[in-house]
């Protein structure tokens, strides 16, 4: 057993060693001395790949190294082979290694930090462009070769060693965590506004762009049309973060490159040295937006959740009135056939008159208590709807008692259901602006206009109460307690109305007149 698993574990590291080689030789392909795209593969691979897989990886890249340097010995020399065979991602394995361990390039959650991963970039690629210099500084060149000064070759390796990573690095783990997302998923991606944008924006600008420049024999239109090919990249990178960038600087760096009339052009360089510096101050920059916009989407989702809280706090409370007045109506029965059954075992030692005196005041105890079920929980809300319970229920019952005239017209044309919670405070709060009208502005007359329109899910509700003013309705303190404990209304007056309203995007307006007051209600979801 220990046989086979140790073969299992020398499979996976020669398969590793040779889909890194096969991976650097394909990219190698592609990839010139001021763009060198296989850095990126080389920084990728280093990222992604677990420790152990550390030295099938510089197996691999040595094997690769050494074949060339067999097959150039002749031509460059013997100390340039052992230069060029030593393998770049052995001297930027102890960078990614503390840039993992030391600096945090991974959070808790596997995302990747956008600094730290330009910082790391940056080394190794200064890193692999020392070598190549040290390598190239022993070269043994052609008699016939033009020589243009080190300073001129240090900075096509290194920007080359850069900007391949650049183009690569993020692109690579946009991709993984877009894919670890669930945002990559087939059936989901047409919906996915980054990829929308970049394939319906950003794609046909840069083609264009590059297709003006690689036209052009002009360096000034061709350069401008490589500095306009990072407007894209910077609307990505103001919608979606440092994700847009890695996308859009990949697809720039792209058409950059598609515009170079020749290998060693010195205008691609210096595209190139403006394309490293642009993606590294967008990455910083979208890094930031992207934290921005988690913390507002945060910042949202926790609003969301306090107000569906609020809302199912609000129903909770209500169920809380129901039960309660299901208990009362219970305690009225009970008292009614108790007070009875004991009237009717005294019923031979009390007078005549004082039994009629004791049922009819069993009888008022048993109306109030009944009142009090009611004020908390409506039976004909219970029963026949909120219309029935606007129109002919305890605000109806109350104001009558009062001497008030009342009148409610209820309309709801499309048979739209409200939800339970939008029912509860609109009734909880006619009740409150009821109580109000009656306390504070001596109100001889109300009425009452009750729309609801809309569809189901997006409907709206809007009530308009009309209290019309007389001298003559004022009435005691003891009058307008029974009415607030006949409404069950919180005694808060407008105030309370608008935050109750204001947890389903409610508005409560006033409007006084000479002989009259008028409030509008609306309610923006139904």
Same mark, same amino acid.
């Given at each position: 057993?220990?046989?086979?698993?140790?073969?299992?574990?020398?499979?996976?590291?020669?398969?590793?060693? =040779? *889909?890194?080689?096969? %991976?650097?030789? +394909?990219?190698?392909?592609?990839?010139f001395s001021h763009w060198e795209v296989f850095a990126g593969f080389r920084l990728c691979a280093l990222l992604l790949v677990g420790y152990r897989y550390w030295p099938a990886l510089l197996a691999g890249e040595t094997s690769y190294l =050494?074949?060339?340097?067999?097959?150039?010995?002749?031509?460059?020399?013997? +100390?340039?082979?052992?230069?060029?065979?030593?393998?770049?991602?052995?001297?930027?394995?102890? =960078?990614?290694?503390?840039?993992?361990?030391?600096?945090?390039?991974?959070?808790?959650?596997?995302?990747?930090?956008?600094?730290?991963?330009?910082?790391?970039?940056?080394?190794?690629?200064?890193?692999?462009?020392?070598?190549?210099?040290?390598?190239?500084?022993?070269?043994?060149?052609?008699?016939?070769?033009?020589?243009?000064?080190?300073?001129?070759?240090?900075?096509?390796?290194?920007?080359?060693?850069?900007?391949?990573?650049?183009?690569?690095?993020?692109?690579?783990?946009?991709?993984?965590?877009?894919?670890?997302?669930?945002?990559?998923?087939?059936?989901?991606?047409?919906?996915?506004?980054?990829?929308?944008?970049?394939?319906?924006?950003? #794609?046909?600008?840069?083609?264009?762009?590059? &297709?003006?420049?690689?036209?052009?024999?002009?360096? %000034?239109?061709?350069?401008?049309?490589?500095?306009?090919?990072?407007?894209?990249? =910077?609307?990505?990178?103001?919608?979606?973060?440092?994700?847009?960038?890695? #996308?859009?600087?990949?697809?720039?760096?792209?058409?950059?490159?598609?515009?170079?009339?020749?290998?060693?052009?010195?205008?691609?360089?210096?595209?190139?040295?403006?394309?490293?510096?642009?993606?590294?101050? *967008?990455?910083?920059?979208?890094?930031? #937006?992207?934290?921005?916009?988690?913390? /507002?989407?945060?910042?949202?989702?926790?609003?969301?959740?306090? *107000?569906?809280?609020?809302?199912?706090?609000?129903?909770? %409370?209500?169920?809380?009135?129901?039960?309660?007045?299901?208990?009362?109506?219970?305690?009225?029965?009970?008292?009614?056939?108790?007070? @009875?059954?004991?009237?009717?075992?005294?019923?031979?030692?009390?007078?005549?008159?004082?039994?009629?005196?004791?049922?009819?005041? +069993?009888? /008022?105890?048993?109306?109030?208590?009944?009142?009090?079920?009611?004020?908390?929980?409506?039976?004909?809300?219970?029963?026949?709807?909120?219309?029935?319970?606007? $129109?002919?229920?305890t605000i109806a019952r109350v104001l009558n008692d009062l001497g008030i005239r009342y009148w409610c017209s209820f309309r709801n044309e499309r048979g739209i259901e409200l939800d339970r919670e939008v029912q509860v405070v609109l009734y $909880?709060?006619?009740?409150?602006?009821?109580?109000?009208?009656?306390?504070?502005?001596?109100?001889?007359?109300?009425?009452?206009?009750?729309?609801?329109?809309?569809?189901?899910?997006?409907? &709206?509700?809007?009530?308009?109460?009309?209290?019309?003013?007389?001298?003559? +309705?004022?009435?005691?303190?003891?009058?307008? $307690?029974?009415?607030?404990?006949? *409404?069950?209304?919180? %005694?808060?007056?407008?105030?309370?109305?608008?935050?109750?309203? @204001?947890?389903?995007?409610?508005?409560?307006?006033?409007?006084?007149?000479?002989?009259?007051?008028?409030?509008?209600?609306?309610?923006?979801?139904?």
């Amino acid at each position: 057993m220990l046989q086979s698993r140790y073969g299992k574990s020398v499979a996976r590291q020669l398969l590793a060693a =040779v *889909l890194y080689g096969v %991976g650097l030789f +394909a990219l190698r392909q592609v990839s010139f001395s001021h763009w060198e795209v296989f850095a990126g593969f080389r920084l990728c691979a280093l990222l992604l790949v677990g420790y152990r897989y550390w030295p099938a990886l510089l197996a691999g890249e040595t094997s690769y190294l =050494v074949l060339g340097a067999i097959q150039s010995v002749d031509r460059f020399g013997v +100390a340039w082979a052992v230069l060029y065979s030593l393998p770049p991602a052995g001297a930027a394995m102890p =960078v990614v290694a503390f840039s993992k361990e030391r600096l945090g390039l991974f959070d808790a959650n596997g995302g990747i930090k956008i600094p730290v991963l330009i910082l790391c970039t940056f080394v190794c690629a200064l890193l692999w462009a020392s070598m190549n210099i040290l390598s190239f500084s022993v070269m043994r060149l052609p008699s016939d070769y033009v020589w243009m000064g080190m300073p001129v070759y240090a900075a096509r390796l290194f920007v080359g060693s850069f900007t391949g990573a650049l183009a690569v690095v993020p692109l690579v783990f946009c991709i993984r965590e877009m894919y670890l997302g669930g945002e990559l998923d087939w059936r989901h991606l047409a919906r996915n506004r980054l990829f929308v944008e970049a394939a319906s924006i950003m #794609i046909p600008a840069l083609v264009m762009l590059a &297709w003006v420049g690689a036209g052009t024999s002009q360096d %000034g239109i061709k350069q401008t049309a490589r500095i306009f090919m990072f407007l894209p990249v =910077v609307l990505l990178a103001l919608r979606h973060g440092w994700k847009g960038v890695a #996308i859009g600087g990949a697809a720039a760096s792209a058409a950059v490159i598609a515009t170079m009339p020749a290998l060693y052009d010195t205008g691609t360089l210096e595209a190139q040295v403006f394309m490293a510096f642009a993606i590294t101050t *967008l990455l910083l920059l979208g890094e930031r #937006i992207a934290v921005l916009s988690e913390q /507002e989407a945060r910042k949202q989702q926790d609003a969301r959740m306090a *107000l569906a809280l609020a809302q199912r706090n609000l129903w909770v %409370g209500e169920m809380q009135l129901r039960q309660t007045s299901h208990a009362l109506e219970g305690l009225r029965e009970t008292f009614r056939s108790s007070y @009875s059954e004991l009237l009717d075992r005294v019923r031979h030692a009390i007078p005549a008159p004082d039994e009629r005196e004791y049922r009819l005041r +069993a009888a /008022e105890t048993q109306q109030q208590i009944y009142r009090l079920a009611d004020s908390l929980h409506p039976v004909l809300w219970r029963e026949g709807g909120l219309a029935a319970a606007l $129109r002919q229920g305890t605000i109806a019952r109350v104001l009558n008692d009062l001497g008030i005239r009342y009148w409610c017209s209820f309309r709801n044309e499309r048979g739209i259901e409200l939800d339970r919670e939008v029912q509860v405070v609109l009734y $909880r709060s006619i009740c409150d602006l009821v109580a109000y009208l009656c306390q504070a502005r001596q109100m001889g007359a109300i009425s009452m206009q009750v729309r609801i329109g809309g569809k189901a899910g997006a409907g &709206w509700v809007f009530v308009r109460i009309r209290g019309s003013r007389s001298a003559a +309705a004022a009435m005691p303190a003891e009058r307008l $307690r029974e009415l607030s404990m006949g *409404l069950s209304a919180s %005694g808060l007056g407008p105030d309370a109305v608008r935050d109750r309203i @204001s947890l389903f995007g409610g508005v409560l307006r006033e409007r006084l007149a000479d002989e009259s007051v008028h409030l509008s209600l609306s309610l923006a979801r139904a």
